[in-house]
C-alpha cells in the first residue's frame, strides 16, 4: 500500500473503488489507512486517536448518534492523515462542530471528514437543483449518513442556489459561509439574530424545533433597502447553546441589484482615475 500520508481523500476512494455513497464504510476506509476504529463510551470528548509509528487507534464515544459516531470517525481519521507526529488528539462536541473555517488541525480534520463522507464528485449531483432548506439537508444527510451540520455546510458550499450558513454559539456569531465568492461582500449577517427570526427563537427557546419561513432581509443584514426583500431561514440546533442556520435567496433580485449596483460603483472609479494612470 502507498503511504497514506500522500492519500487525499479523493485518492483513497479512488484506490478502493468508491462509486456511490453506500460504499462510503468509514471503517473499511480507516483500516486501509492502517487505522482501527473502535466504539466505547466517552465521557468528555466525542472521539480521541492514539497512533505510533504507522498503526492508530480511533476510539468514538458509542453513546452519541450513528451520524455523529461517523463524522467523529472521518475527523480523527483527518488527524491520522494530516497532523502524524503529534501523540493524541481528543475532540470534542463543540470542537468539531464549531471548527469549520480556522486555519487549524480541527479544521483541516473537518474538512478532511467531509471531503472523505461527502466527496464533491457524489454530493454534487444529488444536490444539483435541491433547494436549500432543512428538508434537502435532511434527506442528503440520510443518503450519505452524515451530520446535519457537515451535510449543511456541503450543500452551502456545493448547492445550486446563492445561500450562506451562519453559527451562533452562546448567542453570538462565531463564523459563516458564503455560497461562493460571488455572493456580495456587503451580505454580512447580523452578529446576534434578531429578534422576530427563528433563529433567535431557537436560541432563546421559545421554539424547541427545527424551523423554515421566510424572513425580511434587514433582519439580517444591515444595509440599503434590505427590508425589500427577502430569504428563507432553515435553522437547528447543533448543540445546546448553538444554531446552525441556512439563508437561501430563493428570490435573487436582492442578489442581482447589489452585484448590478457594484459594477456601477466600479464603472464610475474607473471613470475618474487620472488620465495619466491609463
Request: proline share 5%.
Amino acid at each position: 500500500m502507498n503511504s497514506p500520508l500522500i492519500n487525499t481523500p479523493d485518492q483513497l476512494l479512488d484506490d478502493l473503488g468508491i462509486t456511490e455513497p453506500s460504499q462510503l464504510k468509514i471503517e473499511a476506509i480507516a483500516y486501509h489507512c492502517q487505522a482501527v476504529i473502535l466504539y466505547e463510551p466517552l465521557s468528555g470528548c466525542e472521539a480521541n486517536i492514539v497512533g505510533k509509528g504507522d498503526r492508530a487507534i480511533i476510539t468514538v464515544d458509542s453513546n452519541a448518534i450513528p451520524t455523529r459516531q461517523r463524522f467523529s470517525a472521518g475527523h480523527e481519521l483527518g488527524h491520522w492523515m494530516r497532523d502524524r507526529g503529534q501523540i493524541a488528539f481528543g475532540c470534542s462536541q463543540r470542537q468539531i462542530d464549531s471548527e469549520w473555517t480556522a486555519n487549524n488541525p480541527e479544521t483541516r480534520a473537518n474538512q478532511f471528514a467531509s471531503d472523505l463522507l461527502l466527496p464533491s464528485k457524489l454530493f454534487v449531483p444529488l444536490a444539483k437543483g435541491r433547494p436549500i432548506t432543512m428538508e434537502t439537508v435532511r434527506e442528503l444527510s440520510r443518503t450519505f449518513q452524515m451530520s446535519l451540520t457537515a451535510t449543511a455546510i456541503k450543500l452551502i458550499r456545493f448547492g445550486s442556489f446563492s445561500s450562506m450558513l451562519v453559527y451562533y454559539e452562546n448567542g453570538n456569531r462565531k463564523w459563516f459561509i458564503p455560497s461562493s465568492s460571488d455572493l456580495p461582500k456587503r451580505l454580512w449577517p447580523s452578529n446576534q439574530p434578531n429578534e422576530g427570526t427563528a433563529t433567535a427563537g431557537l436560541l432563546s427557546g421559545e421554539i424547541n424545533q427545527e424551523v423554515v419561513s421566510d424572513a425580511r432581509a434587514d433582519k439580517w443584514f444591515d444595509i440599503q433597502n434590505a427590508d425589500h426583500y427577502y430569504v428563507r431561514e432553515s435553522c437547528f440546533c447543533s448543540g445546546p447553546e448553538s444554531v446552525v442556520t441556512l439563508l437561501w435567496w430563493e428570490d435573487e433580485a436582492q442578489i442581482i441589484d447589489l452585484q448590478e449596483e457594484e459594477e456601477r460603483n466600479a464603472v464610475r472609479r474607473s471613470d475618474r482615475r487620472p488620465a495619466d494612470e491609463d
